[in-house]
């Protein structure tokens, strides 16, 4: 019989500005060699509300 174990942790940041999106996966198995049963898998994203910037606003508004 074998085992695998898993973790994840995420942190999401929602503003006016934009988003900021983190997580870290982590998992493991006792199939893999020791000293590599486990790995950790980061990942960033961030995200640009760019609706809410001035300039953005002068342009949508502006007529066709």
Same mark, same amino acid.
């Given at each position: 019989?074998?085992?695998?174990?898993?973790?994840?942790?995420?942190?999401?940041?929602? =503003?006016? +500005?934009?988003? &900021?999106?983190?997580?870290?996966?982590? @998992?493991?198995?006792?199939? $893999?060699?020791?000293?590599?049963?486990? =790995?950790? +898998?980061?990942? &960033?994203?961030?995200?640009?509300?760019? @609706?809410?910037?001035?300039? $953005?606003?002068?342009?949508?508004?502006?007529?066709?």
């Amino acid at each position: 019989m074998s085992v695998t174990k898993g973790l994840d942790l995420r942190l999401d940041l929602y =503003g006016n +500005f934009g988003q &900021v999106n983190t997580s870290n996966a982590g @998992s493991g198995s006792d199939r $893999f060699v020791g000293g590599n049963r486990f =790995g950790l +898998f980061p990942a &960033v994203s961030a995200g640009w509300n760019i @609706s809410e910037e001035e300039f $953005f606003r002068a342009v949508s508004e502006s007529p066709a």
